[in-house]
Nanobody, 119 residues
Framework: QVRLVESGGGAVQAGGSLRLSCVAS????????MGWFRQAPGKERELVAA????????YYKDSVKGRFTISRNNPQNTVYLQLYSLEPEDTAAYYC????????????WGQGTQVTVSS
């Protein structure tokens, strides 16, 4: 498995911005599809955004389209999630995850970073 370490969470007011970072080690980063998930208290974990190994294609959950941007820096083994126009509903623990190309499920997970948005 790949080791993933997230950073960048915090507490902001509605309308604010944050950038989450996730550094990967222990695997060939350019073979990994990277995803950002989130889980709010009492809710199921959901995929927020994902990006393919070369950064050519990305996916976004409908509710974050136009507000969140996923990107990656392959030489630095890092994936980012830029969060703009944050809403209280975005409050959750955000997790970085990885899977090798061709795999169905993500099998490497970070420890999570908390994002709290106040109204």
């Amino acid at each position: 498995q790949v080791r993933l370490v997230e950073s960048g969470g915090g507490a902001v007011q509605a309308g604010g911005s944050l950038r989450l970072s996730c550094v990967a080690s222990g695997g060939t980063f350019t073979l990994l599809t990277m995803g950002w998930f989130r889980q709010a208290p009492g809710k199921e974990r959901e995929l927020v955004a994902a990006i393919d190994p070369m950064g050519r294609n990305s996916y976004y959950k409908d509710s974050v389209k136009g507000r969140f941007t996923i990107s990656r820096n392959n030489p630095q083994n890092t994936v980012y999630l830029q969060l703009y126009s944050l809403e209280p509903e975005d409050t959750a623990a955000y997790y970085c995850a990885a899977k090798f190309r061709g795999e169905v499920q993500y099998d490497s997970w970070g420890q999570g970073t908390q994002v709290t948005v106040s109204s």
